[in-house]
């Protein structure tokens, strides 16, 4: 069975840091594409970054760029966002996806990420 | 990237159809078919329902169908059920090699 769990959000101070984690099981994830996909409170879905099977392909939104940065550990199975220069419209559940040929196929049930003095 | 035009709401009565649909431009949907749809539950991560305009994973029931014309895509929901009751999600690949989702739609059964 496929489970994507994620981890490390929490509430943190404007201009402050926080790195989220994602395990995954049940499927071989070095073969994976893995995406972060975040929602504000009572908003949509905002796509935020990919990252290919062997961190060799990066990509983040505009609205993050330079302030984010997505890794994986393929030997440990866990996908990371490091989150840095934090502001209040990072608010939002943080979920990580499995991309499977540029669909998002495989949710986690997200980890929260509250940015507020 | 401006996020794909969706109407906010829609709604039908048990067994009716319904179709949401979702207008990107030649950037996203337009470029290729890589147009996928989620359905969400309040308080539940997203799940995918139409994946490549009109491809149904394993366990999506056929009431669900996907298709594309130009730069829209459209979700149809037939035979209407309670469970069906939910917030959906267009998403397009784009040529800029990113990402973007549609604003959302409350579906509500009457």
């Known amino acids: 069975e496929v489970q994507l769990v994620e981890s490390g959000g929490g509430l943190v101070q404007p201009g402050g840091s926080l790195r989220l984690s994602c395990a995954a099981s049940?499927?071989?994830?070095?073969?994976?594409?893995m995406h972060w996909v975040r929602q504000g409170p009572g908003k949509g879905l905002v796509w935020v970054s990919r990252?290919?099977?062997?961190?060799?392909?990066?990509t983040y939104a505009d609205s993050v760029k330079g302030r984010f940065t997505i890794s994986r550990d393929n030997a440990k199975n866990t996908l990371f966002l490091q989150m840095n220069s934090l502001r209040a419209e990072d608010t939002a559940m943080y979920y990580c996806?499995?991309?499977?040929?540029?669909?998002?196929?495989?949710w986690g049930q997200g980890t929260m990420v509250t940015v507020s003095s | 990237q401006s996020a794909l035009t969706q109407p906010p709401s829609a709604s039908g009565s048990p067994g009716q159809s319904v179709t949401i649909s979702c207008t990107g431009t030649t950037n996203d949907i337009g470029s290729d078919d890589h147009v996928s749809w989620y359905q969400q539950h309040p308080g539940k991560a997203p799940k995918l329902i139409i994946f490549?305009?009109?491809v149904r994973p394993s366990g999506v029931p056929d009431r669900f169908s996907g298709s594309k014309s130009g730069n829209t895509a459209s979700l149809t929901v037939s035979g209407l059920q309670a469970d069906d009751e939910a917030d959906y999600y267009c998403n397009s690949y784009t040529n800029n090699n990113n990402w973007v989702f549609g604003g959302g739609t409350k579906l509500t059964v009457l």
């Open positions: 490549e305009v009109n």
């Open positions: 049940g499927f071989r994830f070095s073969d994976h594409v």
């Open positions: 996806v499995r991309d499977s040929y540029w669909n998002f196929d495989f």
């Open positions: 990252i290919s099977h062997n961190a060799q392909t990066i």
